[in-house]
Nanobody, 119 residues
C-alpha cells in the first residue's frame, strides 16, 4: 500500500486548507488513519486520527479548528483545517495502519505535504 497526500500550500492566518491522502495498492485491511505534522526544529506529532468506524481523536492544539474524516470506499482520509495559525506551519504526513495479511500489521506513511501559514 502507498499513501499519496495532497492539498498543502501557503495560506494567511485565519485561512483554511483541506488535505487529502489516498491509499493505493492491495491490502487485506486498512485500519486507523491519521495525520501527523513536523514543524521546523520540532518532533513529529499526532494531529488527528480516525478509526474505520469514524471515531476521531485530536491534539489539543487543533481541537475545534481541524476536522478529520475518511471515505472508506475510496480509501481516503481528509483533514479540514480552519482558522489556521502560524504555529500550524509544518510538513503534514498521513499515516495508515495496514494489514498486508490477517496476521501482520504495518504502518505506512505518505510523502508529506507542506503547510505554511503566514501572519
Amino acid at each position: 500500500v502507498q499513501l499519496q497526500a495532497s492539498g498543502g500550500g501557503l495560506v494567511q492566518a485565519g485561512g483554511s486548507l483541506r488535505l487529502s491522502c489516498a491509499a493505493s495498492g492491495v491490502v487485506f485491511k486498512l485500519d486507523d488513519m491519521g495525520w501527523y505534522r513536523q514543524g521546523p526544529g520540532k518532533e513529529r506529532e499526532l494531529v488527528a486520527s480516525i478509526t474505520t468506524g469514524g471515531v476521531t481523536d485530536y491534539a489539543g492544539s487543533v481541537k475545534g479548528r481541524f476536522t478529520i474524516s475518511r471515505d472508506n470506499a475510496k480509501r481516503t482520509v481528509f483533514l479540514q483545517m480552519n482558522n489556521l495559525k502560524p504555529e500550524d506551519t509544518a510538513v503534514y504526513y498521513c499515516n495508515a495502519e495496514t494489514y498486508p495479511d490477517p496476521w501482520q500489521r504495518r504502518d505506512v506513511w505518505g510523502q508529506g505535504t507542506q503547510v505554511t501559514v503566514s501572519s
